[in-house]
């Protein structure tokens, strides 16, 4: 188990130095040199491949596991799942949220430039935006409720 751990953190490495020496020298490092496009391919493809076995690893060596007491209070792998599941939509709504309100942040700053008696308005767009993050808790409340 711990080798595919040692892969997915070479492959992060390697994608960071890449990263790092095309932010150094970005003309040279992408024109000069073919070898970008397949480090980066070959990193990521062994990152990818190390998690999907570490994924299919961890799943076989949790099911020979003995079963656990429930008294001890562990947590099962199914709750631990359930509560991955929960926080799922906080996160992808609180991502939406961020896209969405750097446009119209940035459309009602260059708006209110020029007409500063619609800052209620831009408020109101701006609120909107918001409440998509509100919406994703609200289902991970929810969701939260039936575990």
Do not use: C
């Amino acid at each position: 188990m711990y080798w595919l751990i040692t892969l997915m953190t070479l492959g992060i490495i390697g994608l960071i130095v890449t990263g790092v020496m095309i932010e150094l020298h970005p003309t040279k490092a992408i024109s000069g040199k073919r070898w970008f496009k397949t480090a980066i391919g070959s990193n990521l493809f062994l990152f990818v491949g190390a998690q999907a076995l570490l994924v299919f690893f961890g799943i076989q060596e949790v099911a020979a596991a003995p079963a656990v007491v429930a008294a001890t209070g562990d947590i099962s792998m199914g709750m631990g799942l359930g509560i991955i599941g929960v926080g799922i939509p906080t996160a992808f709504s609180t991502v939406a949220a961020g896209i969405a309100v750097g446009p119209i942040g940035a459309a009602s700053l260059a708006v209110l430039a020029e007409k500063p008696e619609i800052f209620g308005r831009t408020l109101i767009y701006l609120g909107l935006a918001e409440g998509i993050a509100i919406y994703g808790l609200v289902m991970s409340i929810l969701l939260l409720d039936k575990l």
